[in-house]
């Protein structure tokens, strides 16, 4: 008999096409609920806290190629650890911490790939560029020669109906091809890291090439573990 991971993760197969890179973002369960993930094949897993992650990742040394995606808010003196800890980071949200990211990454043997998250609705709760703080700091992202910056990434709002959600996606699918279509050194923008449980489906309509599924696949997160999240992070 299966488990309910891997009942989650077989309906999602049905729905999510191969091109579009599964995320399975495993914040508040433990490595147990990861290995499940990954027996049914997931190799890509999200964590938003660094403090919580490293743990898990030592518990699981034996997976080696796990790909370690960074979706939580990154303070800039938690650069180095993110850097060494992950493989992505989807939440550079600010020319300064990329800029503290670059000026970190050469003393590492190796440097992760990294998304550049856009605010693409007005949210107060939220970090990230607006689409035009964007443009303005794009020249100074692309001379950062020591980051592997892929694409965008965003977090929506809460409270938007689906045609406001997919047109979000749709406008963040933009903003891509469109820095995508100047010319830059280094800069890439291959990427597109949106839609969560609740609306993966427009995103992937929207374009997404990476979705960052919890919910979905691990059953909801209980509150006094959201709470905890909440309260270090704040
Ligand atoms: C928690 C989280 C997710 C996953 O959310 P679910 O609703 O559980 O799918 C995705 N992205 C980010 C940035 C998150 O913090």
């Not at 040394?61 to 190629?65: E, F, I, K, P």
């Given at each position: 008999m299966s488990s309910a991971i891997a009942q989650n993760l077989a309906r999602l197969h049905q729905t999510v096409p191969p091109s579009v890179r599964l995320i399975a973002v495993s914040k508040t369960f433990p490595p147990a609920a990861i290995r499940e993930a990954y027996a049914t094949g997931i190799r890509d897993f999200g964590e938003s806290r660094i403090q919580e992650a490293i743990p898990k990742q030592e518990a699981l040394?034996?997976?080696?190629?796990i790909q370690w995606h960074f979706i939580g808010h990154l303070q800039t003196n938690k650069a180095r650890k993110a850097l060494q800890h992950?493989?992505?980071?989807?939440t550079c949200d600010s020319l300064k911490l990329a800029q503290r990211l670059n000026q970190i990454a050469p003393e590492l043997p190796q440097s992760p790939q990294i998304l550049l998250q856009v605010k693409i609705r007005p949210d107060p709760d939220k970090y990230g560029w607006t689409p035009a703080q964007l443009q303005t700091d794009l020249e100074a992202l692309d001379h950062?020669?020591?980051?592997?910056?892929?694409g965008l990434m965003t977090i929506l709002p809460l409270g938007l109906t689906e045609a406001e959600t997919l047109k979000a996606f749709e406008d963040l699918q933009d903003l891509r091809e469109n820095i995508g279509q100047q010319t830059w050194v280094n800069l890439k923008m291959e990427e597109l890291s949106m839609g969560m449980s609740g609306d993966y489906p427009l995103a992937i309509q929207g374009g997404a090439t990476m979705i960052r599924l919890g919910r979905i696949i691990f059953g909801t997160r209980e509150a006094s573990q959201t709470e905890n999240r909440l309260s270090s992070t704040h």
């Open positions: 040394q034996d997976l080696t190629d992950f493989h992505w980071i989807h950062l020669n020591a980051l592997k910056i892929q």
